[in-house]
């Protein structure tokens, strides 16, 4: 079974930076796709940044310019770079991996969400 936990969120001030990570556990032969989604109280879940296994992202408009998505293929690990942070940016994030193999002979392509880290961004 293959969990993912993120990490790294926090009180930040407006203007402030910070980095968040999303780590798994369990097999993974190979994930297709990744991303980070955002969830403001009473809003739903959207999408702030994705990545492809070739590195081809795409970002929310919102966030263009000051949040930079990577991944680690090697460690299947992926990170959100934000800067410039504004109160709009607070919510909970969440890590999603989409068309993960847990091995080279399956042929179950999962999605995995984690839990969530909260991210607050306040004077």
């Known amino acids: 079974q293959v969990q993912l936990v993120e990490s790294g969120g926090g009180l930040v001030q407006p203007g402030g930076s910070l980095t968040l990570s999303c780590t798994p556990s369990?097999?993974?032969?190979?994930?297709?796709?990744m991303g980070w989604y955002r969830q403001s109280p009473g809003t739903q879940r959207d999408l702030v940044a994705s990545?492809?296994?070739?590195?081809?992202?795409e970002y929310a408009d919102s966030v263009k310019g000051r949040f930079t998505i990577s991944r680690d293929n090697a460690q299947n690990t992926m990170h959100l770079q934000m800067a410039s942070l504004k109160p709009e940016d607070t919510a909970v994030y969440y890590c999603?991996?989409?068309?993960?193999?847990?091995?080279?002979?399956?042929?179950?392509?999962?999605?995995?969400w984690g839990q969530g880290t909260r991210v607050t961004v306040s004077s």
């Open positions: 999603r991996f989409m068309g993960v193999l847990t091995s080279a002979l399956s042929n179950r392509y999962l999605e995995v």
């Open positions: 369990g097999s993974i032969f190979s994930i297709n796709a």
């Open positions: 990545i492809t296994k070739s590195n081809y992202t």
